[in-house]
């Protein structure tokens, strides 16, 4: 079974204004909520190929429920625990107009130790030998700043592969207890190395430094619209990009990282793992919001996926 963990989920609130515009009454022309959070985007994305997940995370108050209740709706499994508090409401405002992106995001719930520590041994007691479990977001305020390092440790010791997303501290602390593949895009890996890194074999460097240093097993390096590097101990392989349209680029990391964790729990190739994984990147760059992108158009793009060695 994969089973995603969103920490700090949120309800996603994406408006249309057109020339949106501060200091000024501004009219909503459509909207629509969806339940948000990267694990939570993954879970989705798992649905759409046909895959299996429990999404399992933090919820409080009404808008906890509301979430509760969408990704009822959308037939996932789900382990929640509510807490006291309120969830996140994240605001999107999309001005087609004007062409901007504007995120007030609420800052949520603020968490205890023994809350967290509660849901892990939750997710302890359910892992079994081969699970994969999807670590990904920030964290809610209360959260010690190595709780990705106890928490992918712990998950380790159950003989699961450990998926991690993450950015910053997180990041830093996370990979420290050596998960099992993570997915940072290139900007992370910079921010982790403290420099630049701009080409293929400057990232490819940075994550070898990093499998060789902390025992990771796989790195794929996302470089948004230029595609990804796939490093593993023997083998680089470099996507390209799909050349698609682009209506938002909201989750297309999260989903390939659903492509990842469903590719890990089917066994497939190097080779299957990234024609999936850079066709579902693309198909949901296409979708608005942070909609997951339908299986037939997943599809339709694998064969498109130009890939090499490095
Ligand atoms: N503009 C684009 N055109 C085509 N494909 C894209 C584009 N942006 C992203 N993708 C696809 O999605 C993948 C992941 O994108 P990206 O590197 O931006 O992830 P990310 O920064 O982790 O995103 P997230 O905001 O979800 O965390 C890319 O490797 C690529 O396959
Ligand atoms: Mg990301």
Redesign the pocket.
């Known amino acids: 079974m994969i089973y995603t963990v969103t920490l700090n989920p949120a309800l996603d609130k994406t408006v249309e204004i057109p020339s949106f515009t501060i200091d000024s009454v501004n009219r909503i022309t459509a909207m629509r909520t969806d339940p948000g959070g990267?694990g939570i985007n993954v879970s989705k994305v798992i649905s759409k190929f046909g895959g299996k997940s429990v999404a399992t995370g933090i919820l409080g108050g009404a808008t906890g429920n509301a979430i509760k209740s969408m990704v009822d709706k959308l037939g996932l499994e789900s382990s929640f625990c509510f807490t006291e508090g309120e969830t996140r409401t994240n605001l999107k405002v999309v001005d087609l107009v004007g062409h901007t992106n504007t995120d007030i995001n609420e800052p949520g719930l603020v968490v205890t130790e023994e809350l967290l520590d509660g849901m892990l041994q939750e997710l302890l007691s359910k892992l079994q030998t081969g699970d994969i479990v999807v670590l990904s977001g920030s964290l809610p305020k209360g959260a010690p700043a190595d709780t990705y390092y106890t928490w992918v440790s712990a998950c380790q010791q159950k003989d699961v592969k450990v998926i991690l997303?993450a950015d910053g501290d997180l990041l830093a602390a996370g990979i420290k207890a050596s998960p099992y593949l993570i997915?940072p895009?290139?900007?992370e890996l910079s921010r982790l190395f403290a420099e630049t890194l701009e080409t293929p074999e400057e990232l490819e460097s940075a994550a070898h430094k990093l499998m060789k240093k902390h025992g990771i097993a796989k790195v794929v390096v996302?470089?948004?619209?230029a595609?990804?590097l796939y490093v593993t101990k023997d083998r680089t392989l470099y996507?390209e990009?799909?050349?698609?349209t682009?209506g938002s680029?909201?989750?297309?990391?999260?989903?390939?990282v659903a492509a990842l964790a469903y590719a890990e729990e089917k066994g497939m190739s190097l080779e299957e793992t990234i024609r999936l994984?850079?066709a579902t990147?693309?198909a949901?760059?296409m979708c608005s919001g942070s909609q997951a992108a339908e299986y037939e158009v997943i599809e339709s793009l694998i064969p498109k996926v130009v890939f090499r060695s490095l």
């Open positions: 990267k997303d997915k895009n290139n900007h996302s470089m948004g619209g595609g990804a996507a990009g799909l050349k698609v682009v680029t909201v989750g297309a990391g999260d989903s390939v994984s850079m990147g693309a949901n760059v």
